[in-house]
């Protein structure tokens, strides 16, 4: 079945430097690729998406890139700050093979020291 | 406010009770989603409407559980004779099956079971 592998948390960096966060996936096809975002006390919010290969998804400075030859979906962003400490998850769906359910990745803790 | 709400957003309840949540989706999609995510894991996928039709069922969704949507709009889960491992926080997501299918997702309801 579909799945979706995070590198494992909890991340601390300071501000100002480049994040990584990496996502692998196992899907047949082409599945649809998303990060979602969780701040403290909030709900899951949608960061980006990717719908087809070598897409790249960007949203608040922080991108990602379909890459179906090494099933990643690597999240980046060039210099963060204290207000992206969250929790981020990387998921995908299936629509084309009628698999709307979004998997999850089991999420990496992101905390940003001033 | 058009987002996906959910209410209550906090239940307590004891061992053996039954609890029942609502979701609201926003009012122009037409497909609904329940997740389920305990703490430090991703959300896990419960069930699945289009319109008022449930399309899919997870194994996690025991015959404790029953969710409805009656008329294609508002979406209740249901909890029967509740025990610890229910504990839990309960999401709900709405999509367009018009556009690219993305989820949109509430803040969730946290359950206690005691």
């Known amino acids: 079945g579909n799945s979706v592998t995070q590198m494992e948390g909890p991340v601390t960096l300071s501000e100002e430097a480049f994040l990584t966060i990496n996502c692998t996936y196992t899907?047949?096809?082409?599945?649809?690729l998303f990060w979602y975002v969780q701040y403290p006390g909030e709900g899951l919010q949608l960061l980006l998406k990717?719908?087809?290969?070598?897409d790249k998804g960007s949203n608040k400075g922080f991108e990602a890139t379909y890459r179906k030859e090494t099933t990643s979906f690597h999240l980046e962003k060039g210099s963060v700050q204290v207000s992206d400490s969250a929790v981020y998850f990387c998921?995908?769906?299936?629509?084309?093979?009628?698999?709307?359910?979004?998997?999850f990745g089991q999420g990496t803790r992101l905390t940003i020291n001033p | 406010d058009t987002g996906v709400s959910q209410d209550p957003r906090h239940k307590i309840t004891k061992r053996g009770q039954n609890v029942t949540f609502r979701c609201d989706p926003i009012?122009?999609?037409?497909?609904l989603y329940w997740y389920r995510q305990t703490l430090g894991q991703g959300p896990e996928f419960l069930t699945y409407f289009q319109n008022e039709a449930q399309l899919e069922k997870s194994r996690l969704l025991s015959d404790r559980f029953s969710a409805e949507r009656p008329k294609g709009s508002f979406s209740t889960l249901e909890i029967q004779r509740t025990e610890q491992g229910d504990s839990a926080m309960y999401l709900c997501a709405s999509s367009s099956s018009g556009t690219t299918d993305t989820q949109y997702f509430g803040p969730g309801t946290r359950l206690t079971v005691l």
């Open positions: 899907a047949t096809g082409y599945p649809s």
């Open positions: 990717a719908t087809k290969a070598d």
């Open positions: 009012s122009e999609h037409n497909r």
């Open positions: 998921a995908l769906n299936h629509p084309g093979q009628g698999a709307q359910k979004l998997v």
